[in-house]
């Protein structure tokens, strides 16, 4: 069984970063096939990054702010957040997909992430 555990949430203001980390364990995935969600209060979860086959992509409101990254060393999957705006706080959710066109199946417990204004 494949298990995600998040961690790096936290309270921060206006401007400042935070890298998300999560550690993957068991089998059936891969670092590749894996993404940052996030889910604001009244709002639908959103996909944040994406990497599958060695690309990545990102919503168009963290472009250029937002950084995707695995180490397989250490069997980890990355999000360094920096230009924090209020509008970023969620809960962020670590996910796994078993191949690239499928769905993602696995998940971690969360984390949440608060921007103050």
């Known amino acids: 069984q494949v298990q995600l555990v998040e961690s790096g949430g936290g309270l921060v203001q206006a401007g400042g970063s935070l890298r998300l980390s999560c550690a993957a364990s068991?089998?059936?995935?891969?670092?590749?096939?894996m993404a940052w969600f996030r889910q604001a209060p009244g709002k639908q979860r959103e996909l944040v990054a994406g990497?599958?086959?060695?690309?990545?992509n990102y919503a168009e409101s963290v472009k250029g702010r937002f950084t995707i990254s695995t180490d397989n060393v250490k069997n980890t999957l990355y999000l360094q957040m920096n230009s924090l705006k209020p509008e970023d706080t969620a809960v962020y959710y670590c996910?796994?997909?078993?191949?690239?066109?499928?769905?993602?199946?696995?998940w971690g417990q969360g984390t949440q992430v608060t921007v103050s204004s």
């Open positions: 996910a796994a997909r078993p191949v690239p066109w499928g769905g993602y199946v696995y």
């Open positions: 068991g089998s059936i995935f891969s670092l590749n096939t």
């Open positions: 990497t599958s086959g060695g690309r990545t």
